[in-house]
């Protein structure tokens, strides 16, 4: 792994990946109430998400954030 990435806990894990498994553990009414994001809660579904994360920087990280919590639980 390159010095670039090391640190990165993200690196090689795709965004599609990590809204699946927030969302299978979670479900989109939670992820609303952790992540106060429309997506999650008007008609939501892993494509709209999906291209809404990818165009709003801030969310993508809230998300990513909630990620990595759920995973050191």
């Known amino acids: ?12 894990i795709k ?9 299978e553990k979670y479900g989109f009414k939670e992820l609303y109430n952790r992540i106060n994001i ?4 008007i008609n939501p ?10 165009k709003t920087p801030w969310a993508r990280t809230k998300v990513e954030e909630l990620y990595l ?3 050191k639980s």
Request: positive net charge.
């Open 38 to 41: 429309r997506c999650f809660y």
């Open 45 to 54: 579904t892993i494509n709209s998400s999906l291209k809404f994360l990818r």
């Open 15 to 23: 965004l599609q990946q990590i809204l699946k498994e927030l969302v």
């Open 1 to 12: 792994m390159s010095d670039e990435h090391k640190n990165n806990p993200l690196h090689g």
């Open 69 to 71: 919590s759920m995973k």
